[in-house]
């Protein structure tokens, strides 16, 4: 049982470019989300779905977009990268029960030069 | 929206101390779960308290929900349980988004 899977875990790009984190989770989970932490920060949230092809925006959407064809896969895009999303990127799943609390993969350091 | 406040920002201790922090909200709230992300990134899961106490080994939580505030206790503190602690609400139901605090980075030392 992987939990979450993130990847890449490191990754470098330049001003414009665009890449897209994957994010993959072998729970069955129905709801997944995509946080952003910045240095000495909490975790905001950009986008969530709660089942496949249900996807909605969080407090910090602009500048990505996600998809969600299938329960286990939950991709961010980004486009245009720009040096403010220089960030942790964390994406996280849970079961339709709270009490069982969120699986959080490990995370992709960004870094927009 | 909801505001989430932790104290304090930084805290550092010996090994073997005791330890509270502190997690404050501004709304009612239906999920708080407290956080421990680990010197190398990863974020683990510690409690779900949305009210009431708690206890896992030597840490413990109390969520008050009438006074909207929080608390997790270490005890006998080890060098593993430096890291940043996280505090994150959440006031809806279904989706549950989860409001995060900026944390506690707690440093024990050996």
């Known amino acids: 049982n992987a939990g979450v899977t993130q990847t890449p875990k490191f990754r470098i790009l330049k001003i414009g470019q665009s890449m897209t984190l994957q994010c993959a989770q072998d729970m069955n989970h129905n709801y997944m989300y995509w946080y952003r932490q910045d240095p000495g920060m909490g975790l905001k949230l950009i986008y969530y779905?709660?089942?496949?092809?249900?996807?909605d925006k969080g407090e910090v959407p602009n500048g990505y977009n996600v998809s969600r064809s299938t329960t286990e896969d939950f991709p961010l895009r980004l486009e245009l990268a720009a040096p403010s999303q220089t960030s942790v990127y964390f994406c996280?799943?849970?079961?339709?029960?709270?009490?069982?609390?969120?699986?959080f993969g490990s995370g992709t350091r960004l870094t927009v030069v | 929206g909801i505001q989430v406040e932790q104290s304090p920002p930084d805290l550092i201790l010996q090994e073997g101390a005791n330890s509270t922090l502190r997690c404050n909200f501004s709304?009612?709230?239906?999920?708080l779960q407290w956080f421990h992300q680990n010197p190398w990134g990863q974020l683990i899961n510690l409690f779900y308290?949305?009210?009431g106490t708690k206890q896992n080994g030597r840490l413990s939580a109390t969520t008050v929900a009438t006074e909207r505030y929080s608390l997790l206790y270490i005890s006998s503190s080890q060098t593993t349980d430096s890291g940043v602690y996280f505090c994150a609400v959440a006031i809806i139901q279904g989706a549950q988004k989860l409001v995060f605090g900026q944390g506690t980075r707690l440093t024990i030392n050996p």
């Open positions: 996280a799943s849970r079961g339709g029960r709270i009490i069982y609390g969120y699986t």
């Open positions: 308290i949305p009210s």
């Open positions: 709304d009612s709230v239906n999920n």
């Open positions: 779905s709660v089942g496949a092809g249900i996807t």
